[in-house]
T-cell receptor, first 110, second 115 residues
């Protein structure tokens, strides 16, 4: 399985952009990059996923390095509700379960 | 629409008793997963069901743990002779297809406390 490295914690001011980095240097060519987040006392929530190209949705943007060894989740304007643990997970195109690491705990300051 | 539903939301049991945890996935989702999350820790994969294929049980920590799924609907996770180290939040997730193709939708979990 591909291994990931994420900062243990990050802090952001409200309404500022947030860039959450993830290194996945052992990712294989067919692994998607998934991002999930977990708000306090809730189950994880899907954020975004991509393979090679940058991806945008209503929640966030995902910037994937050209060599695919790293990616960055971008929250364009952090709100207090974005305070959560963010997980970066390489996943295969098959049916192998996603392996969650410890993620990055994002704190948002008003 | 309805999301993944888990019951009970909280369960307190005495050491040595058996417990059953239930998961109702989103209708039409072929894949169902169970994870465990101990306090302050990340998610630990337990078991995975995909359609009519044999389940992937590689994450079950011991033979005290088992799970069943009826067709593409409800799943039950059973823990026999519970131990204190089984205390955790048990999370269920479903997805329309495989994990590389479609997102996982999680329930809010069952918090199990073994006294």
């Amino acid at each position: 399985d591909a291994k990931t490295t994420q900062p243990n914690s990050m802090e952001s001011n409200e309404e500022e952009p947030v860039h959450l980095p993830c290194n996945h240097s052992t990712i294989s060519g067919t692994d998607y990059i998934h991002w999930y987040r977990q708000l306090p006392s809730q189950g994880p929530e899907y954020v975004i996923h991509g393979l090679t190209s940058n991806v945008n949705n209503r929640m966030a943007s995902l910037a994937i390095a050209e060599d695919r060894k790293s990616s960055t989740l971008i929250l364009h304007r952090a709100t207090l509700r974005d305070a959560a643990v963010y997980y970066c997970i390489p996943g295969t195109s098959g049916n192998t379960p996603l392996v969650f690491g410890k993620g990055t705990r994002l704190s948002v300051i008003a | 629409g309805a999301g993944v539903s888990q019951s009970p939301s909280n369960k307190v049991t005495e050491k040595g008793k058996d417990v059953e945890l239930r998961c109702d996935p989103i209708s039409g989702h072929t894949a169902l997963y169970w994870y465990r999350q101990r306090l302050g820790q990340g998610l630990e994969f337990l078991i995975y069901f995909q359609g009519n294929s044999a389940p992937d049980k590689s994450g079950l920590p011991s033979d005290r743990f088992s799970a069943e799924r009826t067709g593409e609907s409800v799943s039950t996770l059973t823990i026999q002779r519970t131990q204190q180290e089984d205390s955790a939040v048990y999370l269920c997730a479903s997805s329309q297809f495989g994990t590389g193709v479609s997102p996982l939708h999680f329930g809010n979990g069952t918090r199990l406390t073994v006294t």
